[in-house]
DNA sequence: CAAATGCTTCGGCGAACGCCGAATTAAGCC
DNA sequence: GGCTTAATTCGGCGTTCGCCGAAGCATTTG
């Protein structure tokens, strides 16, 4: 049958672990170079342009040249929510099976502690953004959807955020961390949000990965604003 | 890194044909036998067999032992919505790329018509749904959650429907759909609303896909009540 | 108890694919 | 025009992995 074919074919795609590696350096949503993706990968480059390829011709990856750099980035969000979907149940299969010892180095620890998820923001640090704004009342948190309230609403407009027009209520698309295995906020809101606190410069890009740090100015805004 | 590592790991196990075409069998939701999923999957029991211990083992699938029959089915939700979540990444890009020539059996038009999405209603008949649904202001939709409204709750009950106590204001997880790349209703409610209309025999299981056929009842029944 | 059925394990075959070294093209820089 | 760097293409090597035939366990049936 068609589907399945087409199924096969694109996680086959994912399932290399160079490719994968690359993918994964990806999700935060900028846009790299061959090169770079190669040294993440751990491969050389004439065998990282031939994946380059195949995920390009896919349409997992667009790439947009200039000058003799290519620039690599995941094709659309779909493709970063079906990574995250797979790191999910792969995590949900692992919590099933006998504890298998998990070696943790620094680079997870940052990760697990604050990253970006595409566009958002996932780890510890999501995660307790979630809780709070829960809390407070500002959103509504399930694991099927959420919801901002009309004082979430306002407390966002406060904080900088522009929400657009009020028609469409629910903005904030839960997301199930991987890390954390709990929901952090994605979705519009999730993204304004994040880029909101790098605005503030209260989070800060982590140069070699996904993960980002809290600035001092940050860990005093969050106190102040959510207290977390 | 961990997390790439297992990224690729599960990926690769999606990534194969006839392992593809044995979790796509049993997206549904039911438990099929080692020699069902060897059937559909075109390959010989023993092949299946070790396939099928490698998604268990995974934890991508859990197994059922009944006398000599080994009942396998997927290990949770999330996998399912995994596996939706590739092929959307999959349609989207086919989308971007110079139309290839699709060749739609009926068996793909079956499915294409309708079908079950784990444990609620896609295809067509489930896009169709939907957008009735949120037409009559039942429902309101958009790509990053849904909410019931109080009409609705009301048209739900009135139609059979235990949606539970009010505080899970936010019921439905609205799903792409993969053949018609547009919404329809998951979650809590898609899966309630699908478990009726298989009670009030509007619709019935395919025995060989998860295509669904649209019964003359039900063609009755979905005119009256949503105008479908 | 013997036969049949469903499933699994083992062993070897063959194809697919990831990998790199070497060579080629293209863009910037002196 | 040379030189460096980025990216690609090509060719061949090696491993991996899917596949099936044959055999081995369990469970049900006569």
Chains 1, 2 share one sequence.
Not at 106 to 134: N, S, W
Not at 179 to 184: G, K, M
Not at 205 to 228: C, H, M, W, Y
Request: aromatic share 6%; with cysteine.
């Amino acid at each position: 049958m068609f589907t399945t074919a087409a199924l096969a074919e694109t996680a086959a795609l994912v399932g290399d672990p160079g490719r994968a590696a690359m993918l994964m350096a990806l999700m935060d949503g900028r846009a790299l170079t061959a090169a770079e993706l190669a040294r993440v990968a751990g491969i050389t480059p004439q065998t990282a342009s031939g994946h380059l390829a195949r995920l390009t011709t896919a349409g997992l990856l667009s790439r947009h040249c200039q000058g003799r750099h290519h620039y690599h980035r995941l094709a659309s969000p779909a493709v970063a929510h079906m990574l995250e979907t797979i790191m999910e149940a792969s995590a949900a299969g692992q919590a099933l099976r006998p504890q298998r010892a998990v070696v943790t180095g620094p680079r997870d620890k940052a990760m697990r502690a604050a990253r970006t998820c595409y566009d958002h923001l996932a780890g510890q640090l999501g995660v307790r953004l979630a809780e709070a704004l829960g809390e407070r009342g500002y959103v509504e948190l399930s694991d099927e959807g959420g919801a901002v309230t009309e004082t979430g609403m306002e407390f966002f407009r406060s904080f900088g955020l522009d929400l657009g027009p009020a028609p469409a209520r629910v903005y904030c698309r839960p997301c199930l961390d991987w890390s954390e295995r709990r929901l952090h906020i994605g979705g519009t809101l999730g993204a304004k949000l994040a880029a909101r606190c790098f605005a503030l410069n209260w989070i800060r890009r982590n140069s070699e990965s996904r993960a980002v740090t809290v600035t001092p100015a940050g860990q005093r805004g969050f106190r102040e604003t959510l207290d977390i």
